[in-house]
């Protein structure tokens, strides 16, 4: 597609319930990327795919949270049992490659409220 | 482990003023840096993008520099506009192929 695309823009759910959000990156793009944006905060990496692997998982703030990308394209980050403190703007990026030469394109982000 | 940080904070400027925004980072080890402008409830727009080899990068009324050594990184906006108003993001790409993002700068442009 012509850019990044997020699903649902919005979600509220309740408490202990789970939550898939979904990324559809830019055609061709290699690297996808996962932020956490809470109210007031900064940008907290959460995870990136290389292809369809995860390098790097460190960032994930308990195993409730896990992430998948199939078929090198679309990528969804799945949270287990919502809890309050997961409501925040979960964007997504992809670039071209890892590579140094490239940069991020964001999408519009989901912005999860748990109630 | 790399930290960014922006200054100042917030910004508030009369229309057609020049402006600077700050950027620092601990790891001079970075490959890219990159300048993105957030609006209240929107995603990410990338404004920016300078390689670790390079000095400068300009779009229009923007200009951003990058003194990787000193670790620094500037935003230059000239005559400055309300529709300016946003709060912008300084990020450096590292070796781990991640972002690391600064906690932004809003900037507020008055007419």
């Known amino acids: 597609g012509a850019g990044v695309s997020q699903s649902p823009s919005n979600k509220v759910t309740e408490k202990g319930k789970d939550v898939e959000l979904r990324c559809d990156p830019i055609?061709?793009?290699?690297?996808l990327y996962w932020y956490r944006q809470s109210l007031g905060q900064g940008l907290e990496f959460l995870i990136y795919?290389?292809?369809?692997?995860?390098?790097?998982k460190s960032g994930l703030p308990s195993d409730r949270f896990s992430a998948e990308r199939t078929g090198g394209s679309v990528s969804t980050l799945t949270i287990q049992r919502t809890q309050q403190e997961d409501s925040a703007v979960y964007l997504c990026?992809?670039?071209?490659?890892?590579?140094?030469?490239?940069?991020?394109?964001f999408g519009s982000g989901t912005r999860l409220t748990v109630v | 482990k790399q930290e960014v940080t922006q200054i100042p904070a917030a910004l508030s400027v009369p229309e057609g003023e020049n402006l600077v925004l700050n950027c620092s980072f601990t790891?001079?080890?970075?490959?890219?840096l990159q300048w993105f402008r957030q609006d209240p409830g929107k995603g990410l727009t990338s404004l920016l993008l300078?390689?670790?080899?390079?000095r400068e990068q300009t779009s229009g009324r923007l200009n951003a520099s990058l003194d990787k050594s000193s670790g620094r990184s500037t935003l230059y906006i000239a005559a400055s506009q309300p529709g300016d108003s946003a709060t912008y993001l300084c990020?450096?790409?590292?070796?781990?192929?991640?972002?690391?993002f600064g906690k932004g700068t809003k900037l507020s442009v008055k007419p």
């Open positions: 990026a992809s670039s071209l490659d890892l590579g140094a030469y490239y940069g991020y394109t």
């Open positions: 055609s061709g793009h290699t690297a």
């Open positions: 795919f290389q292809g369809n692997s995860a390098p790097d």
């Open positions: 790891d001079s080890a970075i490959y890219n």
């Open positions: 300078i390689q670790s080899s390079q």
């Open positions: 990020a450096v790409k590292g070796s781990q192929g991640n972002l690391i």
